[in-house]
T-cell receptor, first 113, second 114 residues
Framework: QKEVEQNSGPLSVPEGAIASLNCTYSDRVSQSFFWYRQYSGKSPELIMSIYSNGDKEDGRFTAQLNKASQYVSLLIRDSQPSDSATYLCAVRYSGAGSYQLTFGKGTKLSVIP | DTGVSQDPRHKITKRGQNVTFRCDPI?????LYWYRQTLGQGPEFLTY????????KSRLLSDRFSAERPKGSFSTLEIQRTEQGDSAMYLC????????????FGPGTRLLVL
């Protein structure tokens, strides 16, 4: 059973702080990793994708991947109240013809003004 | 390019009725996916098409569920003899063969079975 684990939160941070969201996955042979943001009642919106070990930065967002530790994280710098949402970690496991994403349950982030 | 669209956005039905949802992917996206999401959970994979071929199905997809993508463009998901446990958000996503399989989601169809 392939699993993706996230702390459900809620994670509360003050406005302007760094929010750190973490995700672990069970299958070592995983290829692609994604972070989606989901506002209440809305559908997931892609924030970041990462495929190789190390850091990937996009504006205020940085994704970090450590395949040896089976760990992926998302850092949000200068957090804003508009960042308050549930953040979903998704993993695409390798396998012939398999393109499905396996999601964690999400971490709810609350940015306090 | 208006993104992935889904119709209807909301559906209320009585137990035992059949429902059908439609998904229009981003134009020229070859791959189309259906997921289901219940409250407090992440989306769960249901099925996937590449063009008109249904290539992968989850064990979650019982015999009451059927999906089609007849011309490799839009897709439909039908649920027969709905049950209260089918109440969920049904999400459609699409991706391009030329991309690194990044999936873009539609707004979803929220189903409530009474």
């Amino acid at each position: 059973q392939k699993e993706v684990e996230q702390n459900s939160g809620p994670l509360s941070v003050p406005e302007g702080a760094i929010a750190s969201l973490n995700c672990t996955y069970s299958d070592r042979v995983s290829q692609s990793f994604f972070w989606y943001r989901q506002y209440s009642g809305k559908s997931p919106e892609l924030i970041m994708s990462i495929y190789s070990n190390g850091d990937k930065e996009d504006g205020r967002f940085t994704a970090q991947l450590n395949k040896a530790s089976q760990y992926v994280s998302l850092l949000i710098r200068d957090s804003q109240p508009s960042d308050s949402a549930t953040y979903l970690c998704a993993v695409r496991y390798s396998g012939a013809g398999s393109y499905q994403l396996t999601f964690g349950k999400g971490t709810k982030l609350s940015v306090i003004p | 390019d208006t993104g992935v669209s889904q119709d209807p956005r909301h559906k209320i039905t009585k137990r035992g009725q059949n429902v059908t949802f439609r998904c229009d992917p981003i134009s020229e996206h070859n791959r189309l996916y259906w997921y289901r999401q219940t409250l407090g959970q992440g989306p769960e994979f249901l099925t996937y098409f590449q063009n008109e071929a249904q290539l992968e199905k989850s064990r979650l997809l019982s015999d009451r569920f059927s999906a089609e993508r007849p011309k490799g463009s839009f897709s439909t998901l039908e649920i027969q003899r709905t049950e209260q446990g089918d109440s969920a958000m049904y999400l459609c996503a699409s991706s391009s063969l030329t991309s690194t399989e990044t999936q873009y989601f539609g707004p979803g169809t929220r189903l409530l079975v009474l």
